[in-house]
T-cell receptor
Framework: GQQLNQSPQSMFIQEGEDVSMNCTSSSIFNTWLWYKQDPGEGPVLLIA?????ELTSNGRLTAQFGITRKDSFLNISASIPSDVGIYFCGVYNNAGNMLTFGGGTRLMVKP | DGGITQSPKYLFRKEGQNVTLSCEQN?????MYWYRQDPGQGLRLIYYSQIVNDFQKGDIAEGYSVSREKKESFPLTVTSAQKNPTAFYLC????????????FGSGTRLTVV
């Protein structure tokens, strides 16, 4: 199956700092999704990207669909304690009916 | 409001007992999925169903069973054959077509003692 490499695996940052994480693959995809999982909860969709080069924002979050279609980036500006959680990237298979998720980036924010 | 509900939130069982986790959705989604998550780890697919009365094994189906008798419901049974059942279980649903992503439930934390 598709292999998504998500990095870093974990980050421990100071409140107010900007955060950047990415997801890469050896295959090309037509859709990149970013989810956030709060501790003890299910993941929630943050941003969906449908076009190579697309840059989309959701509040302090900005995600980009890589021009090669093999990667995507998620940036969080001015982090706050409630940004704590695990961030997952996801891509659809060729049939468009199954998502594959990356291993996640665990974000910890120190107040 | 439409959503996907997992119950219970916390579940304790004795070793050797089967246990069934509930997942119900009122989003009119065709597809449903079960994932397992271990502490600090990613999501591993157990079973999925694209349509009523049909389901397929995911990457870690051994020791688990499912049924899909109704569109709204996709219960997961953790059997005594599952060697390490203590984990966080997540159910999700999707339209089954189009790249709209999955909607996840809030999870069930199963502890086997």
């Amino acid at each position: 199956g598709q292999q998504l490499n998500q990095s870093p695996q974990s980050m421990f940052i100071q409140e107010g700092e900007d955060v950047s994480m990415n997801c890469t693959s050896s295959s090309i995809f037509n859709t990149w999704l970013w989810y956030k999982q709060d501790p003890g909860e299910g993941p929630v969709l943050l941003i969906a990207l449908y076009k190579a080069g697309e840059l989309t924002s959701n509040g302090r979050l900005t995600a980009q669909f890589g021009i090669t279609r093999k990667d995507s980036f998620l940036n969080i500006s001015a982090s706050i304690p409630s940004d704590v959680g695990i961030y997952f990237c996801g891509v659809y298979n060729n049939a468009g009916n199954m998502l594959t998720f990356g291993g996640g980036t665990r974000l910890m924010v120190k107040p | 409001d439409g959503g996907i509900t997992q119950s219970p939130k916390y579940l304790f069982r004795k070793e050797g007992q089967n246990v069934t986790l509930s997942c119900e959705q009122n989003l009119n989604h065709d597809a449903m999925y079960w994932y397992r998550q271990d502490p600090g780890q990613g999501l591993r697919l157990i079973y999925y169903s694209q349509i009523v009365n049909d389901f397929q094994k995911g990457d870690i189906a051994e020791g688990y069973s499912v049924s899909r008798e109704k569109k709204e419901s996709f219960p997961l049974t953790v059997t005594s054959a599952q060697k390490n059942p203590t984990a966080f279980y997540l159910c999700a649903s999707s339209k089954g077509y189009g790249h709209y992503g999955y909607t996840f439930g809030s999870g069930t934390r199963l502890t086997v003692v």
